[in-house]
């Protein structure tokens, strides 16, 4: 069975940072596009990152590109996005997904490109 399991969700101010994690198993890491989407109250899903371990690209969201850093960790099979400069636009669900690509369609897909996804961990940002 698949499964991404997101983490390190919580309440912060605006301007400072938290780090998400998702363990992923059930599948081979590297033969899949990895990403993280976001979902606000009210609002549809919002791609913000992706990466693919074999050819190492990474994409963002405009909205969060020089502000998140996606990254993946081979060894234990867990992806982070680092998120600095937190801002109230920024509060949704966070959810980790893996599918067969990554690139800019798939960040700007939301969801759609993605074959996994596990439940996802809220980032409150306060003002």
């Known amino acids: 069975d698949v499964q991404l399991q997101a983490s390190g969700g919580g309440l912060v101010q605006a301007g400072e940072s938290l780090r998400l994690s998702c363990a992923a198993s059930g599948f081979t890491f590297d033969d899949y596009g990895l990403g993280w989407f976001r979902q606000a109250p009210g609002k549809g899903p919002e791609g913000v990152s992706c990466t693919k371990i074999s050819d190492g690209s990474t994409y963002y969201a405009d909205s969060v590109k020089g502000r998140f850093t996606i990254s993946s960790d081979r060894a234990s099979n867990t992806i982070y996005l680092q998120m600095n400069t937190l801002k109230p636009e920024d509060t949704a669900v966070y959810f980790c997904?893996?599918?067969?690509?990554?690139?800019?369609?798939?960040?700007?897909?939301?969801?759609?490109?993605?074959?996994?996804w596990g439940q996802g961990t809220l980032v409150t940002v306060s003002s």
């Open positions: 997904a893996a599918g067969p690509r990554c690139g800019v369609t798939v960040v700007d897909g939301g969801d759609s490109d993605y074959d996994y």
